[in-house]
């Protein structure tokens, strides 16, 4: 089990991201007593009592993202499973009304990864827009940024990280490999060799590894993403919250509660000086300075390393849960001025 006070603060950082209303989601936090699988009073089952009277309600969009939350953050047993399945469910009941959004596979070593993607057009081919969160994130609860695709004037593509949703590649070293072949994946209807990323915490990890091996990749937009200190310090990795330590090595197929196989497994995921230095494209990161998941040294080894970085700072914890319209607003500013050419501002 996960502990109550460490799901509730990582709870409100997503749910003000995926603009829940916040009398919802304090009333959901409330009732929480516990996170023993599927028991009254648990956190996934308040949490689909919530979705269930918003689905009842006719109300599928917020739904379906207080299902989201129900199986954060990675399914465990029978209830997060459930909650999964009518995640799932409730979004496909909402995507009917989307027409524009669609779903795109690919099968990279043999394993499916999914996506969903608007704004495609074998007529008129688009810049591509990657989109890929962190180890706790569905691709479902980042679907609806596809719907901004005719403002931005590109084809945006959403995805979930490997062992998460449906994604069925393993979480290694090559996990990156996934957003090349959804980029494949899409060729026929995208222009692909124009190709940003915005790619938050885990996310962000594998696409600037993936913008090493891949010229399509123009620039890269990442908040609060693990870069270098964190997979290689065991001592930091003991003190990272334990709802990140149990999803990662879920995840990446660690015994759990073992931090040292944790760290064996992961401790060669850390990008190198030559990685990053290899970058010809820009980079824009915000990073808070008070993030307990994040070392403080990530943000200085980029600048170190990366020819062209952008830093936004913001003094908060890990997803800047006070600063979410402010980082929105960062993130899309700098997508714009790099795809305009223009320097960080």
């Known amino acids: 089990m996960n502990d109550v006070t460490e799901l509730k603060e990582f709870a409100r950082v997503h749910a003000k991201a995926l603009q829940l209303p ?42 379906f993202l207080c299902y989201t939350l129900a199986r954060f953050p990675v399914v465990d047993g029978p209830a997060r499973q459930a909650a999964y399945q009518k995640c799932r469910s409730v979004f496909d009941r909402w995507r009917a009304g989307q027409p524009d959004i669609q779903r795109v596979t690919a099968s990279p070593a043999g394993r499916e990864v999914v996506a969903w993607a608007g704004g495609l057009s074998a007529a008129e081919p688009k810049p591509v827009l990657m989109v890929a969160g962190g180890i706790v994130s569905l691709k479902e609860q980042w679907a609806p940024v596809t719907l901004q695709a005719a403002a931005l004037g590109m084809a945006i593509v959403v995805t979930e990280l490997p062992g998460v949703g449906e994604n069925t590649l393993p979480y290694d070293r090559e996990g990156w490999r996934m957003l090349p072949a959804l980029l494949d994946a899409v060729a026929d209807r995208a222009d692909v060799s124009d190709t940003y990323a915005l790619a938050n915490s885990f996310g962000g990890h594998l696409a600037l590894r993936w913008a090493g091996h891949d010229a399509r990749v123009r620039g890269i937009v990442s908040s609060g993403a693990p870069v270098s200190g964190f997979f290689g310090d065991a001592d930091w990795l003991r003190g990272v919250p334990g709802i990140t330590r149990h999803t990662l090595a879920r995840l990446a197929g660690a015994p759990e509660g073992d931090d040292d196989a944790l760290h064996k497994k992961i401790a060669d995921w850390a990008l190198t000086p030559a990685e990053l230095a290899g970058l010809e494209i820009p980079v824009r990161y915000s990073t808070s300075l008070r993030d307990e998941i994040i070392p403080a040294g990530e943000a200085a080894f980029l600048q170190q390393h990366v020819k062209d970085l952008g830093l936004n700072e913001i003094d908060d914890v890990h997803g800047a849960p006070a ?7 960062w993130t899309f500013g700098s997508l714009l001025a790099m795809r305009q050419g223009l320097a960080p501002s």
């Open 323 to 329: 600063h979410v319209q402010q980082t929105v607003d």
């Open 22 to 63: 916040a009398e919802r989601y304090d009333e959901v936090l409330a009732g929480i007593t516990s996170d023993e699988d599927g028991a009254p009073g648990s956190w996934t089952a308040q949490w689909s009592a919530m979705a269930g009277e918003l689905e009842d309600a006719g109300e599928l969009l917020p739904a």
